[in-house]
C-alpha cells in the first residue's frame, strides 16, 4: 500500500539495500509530491528484467512458500513496484555489472509507455512523479509539502542508522541535506543525526530468542524521549517496542534506538502492508531486552510507571 511519498521512498531504500547497494540517494521535490528520484550503485536490474519488476507478484527475492520463514532481505512480495507504478509516473533506469546496455522503463498509472536500452551507469535510479494523479482523493489527503518531506528526511535518517555501511545523500528542492559516509561506523552515524556532542552510550542485550542492540543519548533537563527501532534491519514502528520503550525509558528523556535481530521465523513481518508492524512470538522478550539494556545504560533500576506511552514520539 502506498500512503504517502515517505512510503514510496521506504519501499525504493529497501529495494536498494536488498540489491547490496553501498550508495543511496534520495532526491525529493516538493517533499515528494511533485517528483522524488531514489538512486543506488546496486546490483541492478537486466534490460528484459524490468517489465517484471513492475508486474505484481514478480519478485526475484523468493522462490517458494518455504523460503518465506527464513527470509533475510526487506522485500519478498513483488507488490511495492507495481502498486507504486499503478498510481504515478514511474520511470526506472538501471544497468547491472558487466551488461553492456542498460535498460529504461516508463510507467504511467500502470500502464507501459516506453521501454528502451539506454546507456546508464550501474545500478538503478528509480523517479516517481505525481504520485496519485490517478486517484485525487488520495491525493488530497497528502500533507504539506513540508511535512511529507520531513517524514522523508526522518526515514533516510533511520535508515541511515540502521545500515552504517551504506552512504545515505538527501536532496530537497535541489539542495543537499543529510548525508553519511558509509564507513561502517553506527556512532559516526549517530553523532551526526545526534550531534557531535551528544553523551552517546550504547549496549547489547539477549534473551533466548532476541538480541537488542540498544543506543541512548539523554537529554538532560528535558521530559520527552524520541525513539527509533529496527527489527532485522526493518525501520519498525511497533506497538510492542513502542510499549516497553515508553514505560520503561519514561524516567530517561533522550535520543533512543534499539535494534533487534532475531530468527526471522519467529516473526511475522507481512502482517503490515507497509511492514511497518510486526508480530513478535515472544513479545515478553522485547520487555526484558529493553529493561535490561536501560539497566545497564541508566546505571540504576528504573521503576515502572503505571500505564505506559504518553511521554513518547516515536
Ligand atoms: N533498486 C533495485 N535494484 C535492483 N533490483 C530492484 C531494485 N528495485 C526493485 N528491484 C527488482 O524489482 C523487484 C520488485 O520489487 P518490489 O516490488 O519492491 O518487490 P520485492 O522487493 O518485494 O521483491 C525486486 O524483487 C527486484 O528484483
Ligand atoms: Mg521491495
Not at 28 to 33: A, L, M, N
Not at 143 to 170: C, M, N, Q
Not at 172 to 184: A, E
Request: glycine residues 10%; hydrophobic residues 40%.
Amino acid at each position: 500500500m502506498v500512503e504517502r511519498p515517505a512510503s514510496v521512498v521506504k519501499e525504493a531504500v529497501e529495494n536498494s539495500v536488498d540489491a547490496g547497494a553501498t550508495e543511496v540517494r534520495v532526491s525529493v521535490f516538493e517533499g515528494g509530491k511533485v517528483r522524488l528520484t531514489v538512486e543506488d550503485n546496486g546490483e541492478g536490474m537486466a534490460f528484459g528484467d524490468l517489465p517484471l519488476a513492475v508486474s505484481r507478484h514478480a519478485t526475484s527475492k523468493i522462490s517458494s512458500v518455504e523460503e518465506l520463514g527464513r527470509l533475510n532481505t526487506l522485500g519478498f512480495r513483488g507488490e511495492a513496484l507495481p502498486s507504486i507504478a499503478a498510481v504515478s509516473r514511474l520511470e526506472i533506469r538501471s544497468r547491472r555489472e558487466g551488461d553492456d546496455e542498460g535498460g529504461l522503463l516508463r510507467v504511467e498509472g500502470g500502464s507501459r509507455v516506453l521501454h528502451t536500452p539506454i546507456s546508464c551507469r550501474k545500478g538503478t535510479w528509480l523517479s516517481v512523479e505525481d504520485l496519485f494523479y490517478t486517484l485525487p482523493a488520495r491525493k488530497k489527503f497528502m500533507k504539506s509539502a513540508l511535512s511529507e518531506g520531513r517524514r522523508i528526511s526522518a526515514l533516510i535518517r533511520d535508515f541511515a542508522a540502521a545500515y552504517p555501511s551504506v552512504a545515505f545523500y538527501e536532496n530537497r528542492d535541489g539542495k543537499d541535506g543529510f548525508s553519511t559516509p558509509g564507513d561502517g561506523d553506527r556512532e559516526g552515524v549517530l553523532r551526526i543525526l545526534w550531534g557531535r556532542d551528544a553523551d552517546l552510550r550504547s549496549c547489547e542485550a539477549a534473551a533466548t530468542n532476541l538480541k537488542l542492540e540498544c543506543w541512548w543519548a539523554p537529554f538532560p533537563g528535558k521530559t520527552r524521549s524520541q525513539v527509533s527501532s529496527f527489527v532485522n534491519g526493518r525501520v519498525v514502528n511497533d506497538s510492542v517496542i513502542r510499549g516497553a520503550a515508553g514505560s520503561i525509558c519514561r524516567p530517561y528523556p533522550g535520543n533512543w534506538m534499539f535494534l533487534f535481530t532475531l530468527d526471522p521465523e519467529l516473526l511475522d513481518a507481512n502482517i503490515h502492508p507497509a511492514k511497518a508492524e510486526v508480530r513478535f512470538r515472544y513479545p515478553g522478550e522485547v520487555y526484558d531486552t529493553i529493561q535490561q539494556a536501560v539497566l545497564k545504560l541508566s546505571g540504576d533500576l528504573p521503576v515502572l510507571p503505571a500505564g505506559g506511552g504518553g511521554a513518547f514520539s516515536p
